[in-house]
Structures are given as structure tokens and as C-alpha cells.
């Protein structure tokens, strides 16, 4: 579960930081706010994270490695046909 978290400069937010989060169920505010955002950027983290932890115990592979490679394929504009 995702407790607190702080992101700077990404997509529509220029500072966001929230702690002591309770168990979030619903993501409310007006369109393109960057609340589709903020829930890939929480998902490929915490995928990213749950990748890394199975790789790194046979070795070969960074946080940064996953992360970014996460949120490379979340944010990817997908192929239409």
C-alpha cells in the first residue's frame, strides 16, 4: 500500500505530496487535471518496485533499470488497428 509520495514536475502537476494516505478508493478533481496521471505514475512505480524485487535476487537489474522502463511502456501512446 502506498502510504505518502511526492512528485515535482510531472505531466499537469508542478508539486504534489501527500502522507498519511488512508486506503484511496476514488481520485476526484475536474478534467485533464492529471488524475489518469497520477494513477500510472503510482502503478508503474509500484509495478516497478514489485519487478525489481523478484529480478534482484537472481542479480542483473536496477530500480532505475525497471522504473524507467515501466513508465516508458505506461506512458506510451498505444497503436491504433
Same mark, same amino acid.
Request: proline share 2%.
Given at each position: !500500500?502506498? #502510504?505518502? @509520495?511526492?512528485? #515535482?514536475? @510531472?505531466m %499537469?502537476? /508542478? +508539486? &504534489?505530496g501527500?502522507n498519511?494516505?488512508p !486506503?484511496? $478508493?476514488?481520485?476526484?478533481? $475536474?478534467?485533464? /487535471?492529471?488524475?489518469?496521471?497520477?494513477?500510472?505514475?503510482?502503478?508503474?512505480?509500484?509495478? %516497478?518496485? +514489485? &519487478? =525489481?524485487?523478484?529480478k *534482484? *535476487?537472481n542479480?542483473?537489474? /536496477?530500480? $532505475?533499470? +525497471?522504473?524507467?522502463?515501466k513508465? =516508458?511502456n /505506461? @506512458?506510451?501512446? #498505444?497503436? $491504433?488497428?
Amino acid at each position: !500500500m502506498i #502510504r505518502s @509520495f511526492t512528485i #515535482r514536475n @510531472f505531466m %499537469a502537476h /508542478t +508539486e &504534489v505530496g501527500l502522507n498519511n494516505l488512508p !486506503m484511496v $478508493k476514488l481520485v476526484v478533481g $475536474k478534467n485533464d /487535471t492529471g488524475k489518469s496521471g497520477l494513477l500510472k505514475l503510482l502503478y508503474g512505480t509500484v509495478k %516497478a518496485v +514489485e &519487478v =525489481y524485487g523478484l529480478k *534482484q *535476487q537472481n542479480g542483473g537489474t /536496477t530500480i $532505475k533499470k +525497471e522504473l524507467s522502463c515501466k513508465l =516508458y511502456n /505506461t @506512458f506510451l501512446p #498505444r497503436k $491504433k488497428g
